[in-house]
């Protein structure tokens, strides 16, 4: 029987790195080709080491500027230092942590020649890379089943999740790898309990604080999973975790400090996820972004009811019943710690949602270490389903379920490579939110011989420009403003465009300047067209 397991074990094998490959290449084709969002272009502006106010001060004061203009913005500049993009980290975006910017910033600085998106994604590429051989490590640390490591690199080489947020100039990659390095690193000091292992799992946990501000989350679900060990009794393993979380806590005091001293900041940058949701519009989301984990074509509320609900529907029934295949099944402490990676960073995005009202368990970035507990859990019930039986007598009432769940297991891979094959040729995606309609509206902008495009700094108008300026050619030239000044339009233009100006800044360019205001269509696009009367 053990030479059987063993064979099920180099076929898996076999499978899962050919999909490593496979999933190696999805994430690095066409890695400049879709739009460089809203997001993505303040990661550029903090590497660059600039802050917003400085931004706007430079570029929104009323003169005719060129799209090369705007894009000196989102380059390296020799006269700015890290000490420039820690100063915009801290003063713009506190609730983002150092850790991804430092190093893009050095990576950039690397390849200050060619493609910028290119450069800047591949760095988040080459992160995400690092999250096979620490997925396979937990495994091994919570599973003690090399076969359950091989399914879990198999399902997240080709998961869509995995691969869009893969080619984002953003720090998910790296929160996604910190996840995992800590938590392995966190049961490999329990098994082994030395200094060293310790000492280890404290620089992982540092780390994490790090990347991400819901690392605490994940930090908060080892403390408790340790608490829980042995009936709560205070042993000196437990001892020996409150010195390493205390050590990897202390390490990143001075961001925490930062942090809280700008909380002020933080309140306002992320007020828009307390702005309240329909609970029904909530639960539809949180079907949908679980269904992206295996299957994503870019539905939107706009497709067919059968389509937009069969593949949630699908995923919630395979996830629901890997948990409770993980509760039945999985030893205590096995059990314990997916439960824990899932619930505590679920409940704290939910709850305040369904008490207070808002929509930050919406997001599905802030819910990775949820979607890998997720993970782990399919994995753990694909793996055990799909090993032989222990008992011969057994063998042949087992073999169609056995195929049964070939079939499920060739389901998922399938659906990935699928929605990665669309992802991979598509110029835009639900993830790039704010700026998922620039490239319609720059092919209509770019038709037109001298365009002219209007704009101010209303809403998320500095982001949305300078995601913009990645898709105007050339000839575009634009005339920005701060609000509620009234910009003086020039001529020689062929046409005058506007974008997501305010509408009381809209009412004054009509009467003031005699201007009618057609609204290009779809109205999505937030584009409209200055015609002289």
């Not at 200050?112 to 937990?138: D, K, Q, T």
């Not at 539905?299 to 039945?328: E, H």
């Not at 720059?442 to 500095?462: E, F, H, K, M, T």
Request: glycine letters at 4%.
């Amino acid at each position: 029987m053990t030479k059987l397991v063993s064979k099920h074990t180099a076929w898996f094998r076999f499978l899962a790195i050919s999909l490593l490959v496979l999933g190696i290449v999805l994430r690095f084709v066409n890695l400049d080709h879709k739009v460089y969002w809203h997001d993505e272009t303040y990661t550029s502006l903090v590497i660059a080491g600039y802050t917003q106010k400085e931004f706007v001060q430079q570029v929104f004061d009323g003169r005719v500027i060129g799209v090369e203009d705007l894009q000196k913005y989102q380059r390296p500049n020799p006269n700015k230092g890290l000490r420039d993009t820690l100063t915009s980290l801290a003063i713009d975006n506190p609730q983002h942590f150092p850790l991804y910017y430092v190093t893009a910033k050095f990576w950039v600085q690397m390849y200050m020649f060619g493609n910028i998106v290119a450069v800047i994604r591949s760095l988040s590429v080459l992160i995400s890379l690092l999250i096979f051989p620490c997925i396979y490590w937990l495994c091994l640390e919570l599973f003690e089943s090399p076969l359950v490591g091989w399914v879990a690199i198999a399902v997240l080489s080709v998961s869509p999740f995995h691969v869009l947020y893969a080619q984002e100039a953003r720090p998910y990659s790296l929160w996604t790898v910190t996840t995992l390095l800590s938590s392995a690193a966190l049961l490999r000091a329990l098994r082994l309990s030395t200094r060293l292992n310790w000492g280890i799992y404290a620089v992982t946990l540092a780390l994490s604080f790090y990347s991400y501000l819901f690392s605490g989350f994940v930090a908060i679900a080892h403390g408790i999973y340790v608490a829980a060990l042995d009936g709560f009794r205070l042993t000196q393993k437990k001892i020996a975790y409150i010195l390493a979380a205390i050590a990897g806590l202390l390490a990143f005091f001075p961001w925490l400090f930062i942090f809280v001293s700008h909380l002020y900041s933080v309140a306002g940058v992320t007020s828009w996820t307390a702005i309240k949701m329909p609970l029904f519009a909530l639960i539809r989301i949180w079907l949908g972004n679980l269904s992206r984990l295996f299957f994503d074509i870019n539905l939107d509320s706009n497709a067919p009811l059968i389509y937009i609900l069969i593949a949630p529907a699908i995923a919630f029934v395979l996830i629901l019943y890997s948990l409770y295949f993980v509760y039945r099944q999985a030893p205590q402490r096995t059990r314990l710690f997916i439960f824990l990676l899932i619930g505590v960073n679920a409940l704290a995005l939910i709850l305040p949602d369904l008490i207070l009202g808002g929509r930050r368990s919406s997001v599905s970035r802030y819910l990775i270490p949820c979607y890998l507990g997720i993970q782990l859990a399919v994995s753990y019930l694909l793996a055990e389903k799909l090993r032989y039986q222990q008992s011969d007598k057994v063998f042949s009432s087992k073999l169609s379920t056995q195929t049964l769940w070939q079939v499920v297991l060739v389901t998922v891979i399938s659906c990935g490579v699928v929605s990665n094959i669309f992802i991979a040729q598509a110029d835009t995606w639900w993830i790039k939110k704010n700026s998922h309609n620039h490239p319609q509206a720059a092919r209509i902008i770019n038709r037109s011989p001298r365009p002219l495009l209007v704009s101010s700094d209303y809403n998320v108008n500095v982001g949305e420009i300078l995601s913009f300026s990645y898709l105007l050619n050339p000839k575009t030239k634009l005339q920005l403003v701060t609000e509620p000044t009234i910009p003086q339009i020039p001529e020689g233009f062929s046409d005058l465009f506007i974008f997501n100006l305010s509408r009381s800044l809209r009412e004054k360019l009509a009467n003031q300047q005699n201007y009618k205001i057609q609204t290009v269509q779809p109205s999505k696009l937030r584009l409209g067209k200055l015609i002289k009367q």
